[in-house]
T-cell receptor, first 112, second 114 residues
Framework: SQKIEQNSEALNIQEGKTATLTCNYT??????LQWYRQDPGRGPVFLLLIRENEKEKRKERLKVTFDTTLKQSLFHITASQPADSATYLCALPNNAGNMLTFGGGTRLMVKP | KAGVTQTPRYLIKTRGQQVTLSCSPISGHRSVSWYQQTPGQGLQFLFE???????NKGNFPGRFSGRQFSNSRSEMNVSTLELGDSALYLC?????????????FGPGTRLLVL
């Protein structure tokens, strides 16, 4: 089965800097990968989907890359703000493509 | 459009009891998925319903079951509760039948088993 690794340690950065979060996976390469944001006590909120044939995708201050050779996705938040503080989860479909597997998430703390 | 709603938001049960959780998807969404989230295991897929049929199932024991009604509302049941069932139970709805469709999560039901 697919293993997804996200840095379990919190990432602390200063406001205005770029935050970079990593999602590594093993085994097969998925057809796509999703990123979600989760605030304490709330359900995850979908942010971006990137397909295997897309190297990079952007949405406002967010940028996601997908390297199928390295089996890695990077999630960037530029000009970070304290309001960006949350846990960020990556999710991939399983081999059969009929369910999503989530990483453990990385907690981002942006300090003013 | 109203978002995904889940009831109740918080629940305390004792071992051996059973519990039923409810999820109302976004209007027009026909797919409902259920997840269990714990600090140790993270977010894990339980099952997915589409048009009242369970289409996919995760690796959970048979004590976990669910159903979906004709209006797409879904319920999840856990029988013979164990301490390890304490978790945040999330449901997510999506418009169509493909898993890559954006999933919209509800706020979750926090279950504590004593």
């Amino acid at each position: 089965s697919q293993k997804i690794e996200q840095n379990s340690e919190a990432l602390n950065i200063q406001e205005g800097k770029t935050a970079t979060l990593t999602c590594n996976y093993t085994n097969y390469s998925p057809a796509y990968l999703q990123w979600y944001r989760q605030d304490p006590g709330r359900g995850p909120v979908f942010l971006l989907l990137i397909r295997e044939n897309e190297k990079e995708k952007r949405k406002e201050r967010l940028k996601v890359t997908f390297d199928t050779t390295l089996k890695q996705s990077l999630f960037h938040i530029t000009a970070s703000q304290p309001a960006d503080s949350a846990t960020y989860l990556c999710a991939l479909p399983n081999n059969a493509g009929n369910m999503l597997t989530f990483g453990g998430g990385t907690r981002l703390m942006v300090k003013p | 459009k109203a978002g995904v709603t889940q009831t109740p938001r918080y629940l305390i049960k004792t071992r051996g009891q059973q519990v039923t959780l409810s999820c109302s998807p976004i209007s027009g969404h026909r797919s409902v998925s259920w997840y269990q989230q714990t600090p140790g295991q993270g977010l894990q897929f339980l099952f997915e319903y589409f048009s009242e049929t369970q289409r996919n199932k995760g690796n959970f024991p048979g004590r976990f079951s669910g159903r979906q009604f004709s209006n797409s509302r879904s319920e999840m049941n856990v029988s013979t509760l164990e301490l390890g069932d304490s978790a945040l139970y999330l449901c997510a709805s999506s418009l169509a039948s493909r898993i890559e469709e954006t999933q919209y999560f509800g706020p979750g039901t926090r279950l504590l088993v004593l």
